[in-house]
């Protein structure tokens, strides 16, 4: 079984439904409310365990939190080992209008550090490949790839947001998972390349070869990308072909922009043939179920991570 280790942002993403956009000073009802958790990691997470690997996160959130968080991620098949913070848990408003067209504000709160990472050493030296991205504060990521190449784990680094990467993370990652726009910050990187297109498919920067997409009708893509690294990583530490995993990844990522929202959308891997559908979550976020709990249990121990 595929052993993934993926560090990240955790959060609570809040979509409202709207007629149309405010002007100043304008209050507006919303047609429609739906709350999940997301984050690039955690979501990665979720895929990953939805596709059959042993998945395994490290996140950051406020202490009231994590009993809920923890529970979910349990549902979900997932290992979390989450640090409790003093700061409020991070959070974004998102805002559709009645032409599809969005407009987010983030929140930004708790966050990790260095020294959380070490606490996560154990998955790392455990997994097939560990999965990054910039949604984290630089230390964070430095002392992951340190980590993964003391313990010879594979590092998959999807730099999103785009920001300039320290030359540590160039030369200690295994595949970098850029969108066109963020290309240009891994151009000079050692490493593979694997440039998503959107509905045109991936690159692959080794062979110059461009796999497409099965095309779909296309309703949200916020969590494409993300489908797409877990898959990636899982066929990878399966033995599979880069080739071969990417075309599964791509399969899979055009798949989930048929589905509303992210969680709902991350799908599930068939058992009988490997292939992929997208599929709907009834476990999405509902606050109203929070328990507060003490600061001192701030982390799920190692020994807690189970299969996905």
């Known amino acids: ?27 507006i009802t919303a047609r429609g409310y739906y ?3 997301g984050g ?31 529970d979910f991620s349990r549902k979900e098949g997932v290992g979390a080992m989450l640090v409790a913070k003093a700061k409020p848990t991070s959070c974004a408003a998102i805002l559709t209008d009645g032409t599809g067209e969005t407009r987010v504000t983030v929140c930004p709160g708790a966050e990790l ?24 504060p630089e230390e964070v990521n430095l002392a992951a790839v340190e980590l993964a190449g003391k313990y010879g ?29 963020e290309a240009q910050a891994v151009a000079d990187v050692p490493g593979e390349v694997v440039t998503t297109l959107g509905a045109q498919g991936c690159r692959i920067r080794s062979t110059g070869e461009v796999l497409s997409t099965p095309q779909v009708e296309a309703v949200d893509s916020t969590g494409a990308g993300d489908t797409f690294n877990a898959v990636l990583a899982t066929r990878l530490a399966e033995g599979e072909s880069l080739r071969d995993a990417c075309t599964a990844a791509n399969e899979a990522a055009s798949q989930s922009v048929a589905v ?19 599929t709907a979550s009834s476990t999405s976020l509902r606050f109203c179920t929070a328990k507060p709990i003490p600061a001192p249990t701030a982390y799920a121990p190692t020994s807690a991570f189970p299969h996905g």
């Open 40 to 70: 690039k990691g955690f979501n990665q997470a979720v895929a990953a365990a939805r596709q059959g690997a042993t998945a395994m996160f490290l996140g950051a959130v406020n202490a009231s939190d994590v009993k809920q968080l923890r």
């Open 35 to 37: 709350e999940e958790w």
């Open 1 to 27: 079984m595929a052993r993934i280790a993926i560090i990240g942002l955790v959060g609570k993403s809040m979509f409202f439904d709207v007629p149309r956009f405010h002007t100043g000073g304008e209050t």
């Open 260 to 278: 509303r929202y992210v969680i709902p959308s991350l799908p599930r891997r068939e058992v009988d043939n490997g292939r992929v559908t997208p």
């Open 153 to 181: 784990t594979k590092v998959i680094f999807n730099p999103a947001p785009m920001r300039p990467l320290p030359e540590a993370i160039k030369d200690g990652v295994a595949i970098f998972t850029p969108n066109e726009f």
């Open 113 to 136: 550090d260095a020294k959380d990472v070490k606490e996560f050493a154990a998955a790392i030296a455990s997994a097939d490949f560990l999965l990054l991205n910039n949604e984290v």
